[in-house]
C-alpha cells in the first residue's frame, strides 16, 4: 500500500510542530485526525515513527529518514507546478517557431516582441525554413508552429490564414513613375524583373502580375529568396516583385518600393500540429501575428 497526499502532509505538519496540538491548529483538522493519521502512516510502513516525552512527540531515525525521502519529492512536484504554470501563465518556459525567409525577416520578429511585452520571461528559438523542411518540422515536434507564405496539406496540420500580403515593386529609384499611389504592372515593361523558380510562391505571384500588365520581359535574372531579389534591385540590376513584408525590409536610399495595382497574391499562413493542443500562447502569438500583418500591409 500507499501513502496518500493527505497523509504525508499530516506527517511533515507533525515533524515541523512536534506534538498534535500543533500539527492539527496548522492544518486546520481535529486532533483526533492528526492521531489516526499517524497511526495509519506507521501500519503502512510497519515503523514506529514518534516517542512520546513530557508530552511531546519525539521523531524517531526513522522518521527523519522517511521525512527526507518525502522532502525531497515535495520539492521536485512543487517544481513540476511551478513549470507547469509558468507554461500555462506563458509568463515562463519557451517558444520554439518556423518561419519562411519572407516572413522571418520582419513580420515574424515584430509580431514576437509583441507577445514578449506581454509575456516578459518567455524565450524564443525562432528557425528559418526552407518550403521542404516545414512539414517534418512540425510533425516531429521540432517547433509548435511555423510563419508561411503557403497552406499546407496534410491531415495532420492545420494551416490558417492569418493576413494577405499586398504586392510590392521594389526598383533602383529612378526606375519607376513618380507618384505615391498603386502602380500599374504595365509600368514594369520595358525593365528587367527579377523572376523565381517556376512553382515557387514568388514565381507564381510573379507569373501573376507579369501577365495582368501583359509584360513579356526582354531580359530576365533568377533568385531563389525574395532577400536576394532585394538585393539585385538595390544593386540596379532589375526590379523585385516581391510580398509587402519582405518588400519593408528593402533600403529605401537605394531603391523605390510601391504597390503595384494587382490583387494580393499572397496569403500568410500559421501551421500547427493538429494533436498538439492549442496553448494560450499560441493564442496570443497568432493574434500578435495578425495584428502586426494589418499594421505592416497598411503602411505605403
Known amino acids: 500500500m500507499q501513502l496518500t497526499l493527505r497523509q504525508i502532509e499530516v506527517f511533515r505538519a507533525l515533524m515541523r510542530c512536534r506534538t498534535v496540538v500543533g500539527a492539527a491548529r496548522e492544518l486546520r483538522i481535529a486532533q483526533p485526525t492528526v492521531t489516526k493519521t499517524i497511526r495509519r502512516i506507521e501500519d503502512v510502513c510497519a515503523l514506529a515513527l514518534f ?10 531515525a526513522e522518521a527523519h529518514r522517511l521525512l527526507g525521502e518525502v522532502d525531497l519529492a515535495f520539492e521536485q512536484m512543487e517544481g513540476a507546478l511551478a513549470r507547469a504554470l509558468r507554461i500555462t501563465r506563458a509568463d515562463g518556459g519557451s517558444l520554439r517557431l518556423g ?4 516572413v522571418g525577416r520582419l513580420l515574424v520578429p515584430l509580431a514576437t516582441a509583441d507577445l514578449l511585452k506581454e509575456h516578459p520571461g518567455l524565450s524564443l528559438h525562432v528557425d528559418i525554413l526552407f518550403v521542404s523542411q516545414v512539414m517534418d518540422y512540425l510533425l516531429s515536434g521540432q517547433g509548435e508552429c511555423a510563419v508561411t507564405l503557403f497552406p499546407i496539406l496534410h491531415a495532420g496540420i492545420r494551416s490558417v490564414p492569418v ?6 515593386a521594389v526598383a533602383p529609384r529612378d526606375w519607376l513613375p513618380a507618384g505615391d499611389g498603386p502602380l500599374a504592372p ?6 528587367p524583373i527579377i523572376v523565381f523558380e517556376p512553382h515557387s510562391v514568388h514565381g507564381l505571384a510573379v507569373d501573376a502580375v507579369l501577365r495582368a500588365g501583359g509584360i513579356t520581359p526582354t531580359r530576365t535574372h533568377v533568385a531563389r529568396f525574395a532577400e536576394t531579389a532585394i538585393g539585385l534591385a538595390e544593386a540596379g540590376i532589375g526590379v523585385a516583385i516581391v510580398d509587402a513584408f519582405s518588400a519593408l525590409a528593402a533600403d529605401r536610399n537605394r531603391v523605390a518600393v510601391r504597390r503595384l495595382d494587382h490583387p494580393p497574391p499572397y496569403d500568410i499562413y500559421l501551421h500547427r500540429p493538429i494533436e498538439r493542443a492549442r496553448s494560450q500562447l499560441m493564442q496570443h502569438f497568432e493574434m500578435a501575428l495578425r495584428q502586426q500583418a494589418a499594421e505592416l500591409s497598411a503602411q505605403p
Do not use: E
Not at 493576413?163 to 510590392?168: G, H, Q
Open 99 to 102: 518561419a519562411s525567409p519572407s
Open 186 to 191: 504595365s509600368c514594369l515593361i520595358d525593365r
Open 163 to 168: 493576413a494577405k500580403a499586398p504586392v510590392m
Open 51 to 60: 516517542d512520546r516525552h513530557g508530552g511531546r512527540l519525539v521523531p524517531t
